[in-house]
């Protein structure tokens, strides 16, 4: 059996695209908070209702000890690009799981550069 055969039937018994759209606006709202604590914008001077998210990919990732885990990602893009022209993310939400399914971390990432002279 192929890698794609296995990673999609485990990625829909474990809902890892649900999961990774279910909780990214709880990791949104934990960084902003966070930041805000010590004074940084994490959004940069944008606004979160501007956000909107896309599941983009599961990828199968074993590093250098050979720990396999599977990471789903969901793309984050900016309402403020005309998607019909502009299909470039703002950012994404990274959700990493073992091969028994429990999570093991997750990551956001923004890049606000592609926003500029383009909006």
Do not use: C
């Amino acid at each position: 059996m192929s890698i794609p055969e296995e990673i999609l039937p485990f990625a829909a018994r474990h809902q890892l695209k649900e999961t990774a759209l279910d909780t990214i606006d709880e990791a949104l709202d934990a960084s902003i908070e966070e930041d805000k604590a010590v004074g940084i914008d994490f959004l940069e001077g944008h606004d979160k209702d501007e956000l909107v998210y896309e599941f983009n990919r599961y990828e199968f990732r074993v590093d250098k000890n050979n720990y396999s885990k599977v990471v789903t990602r969901v793309n984050i893009y900016s309402n403020k690009l005309d998607r019909s022209h502009y299909d470039i993310p703002v950012g994404y939400y990274e959700t990493w799981t073992d091969l028994d399914g429990q999570p093991l971390d997750d990551f956001l990432i923004f890049d606000w550069s592609v926003l500029e002279g383009l909006t």
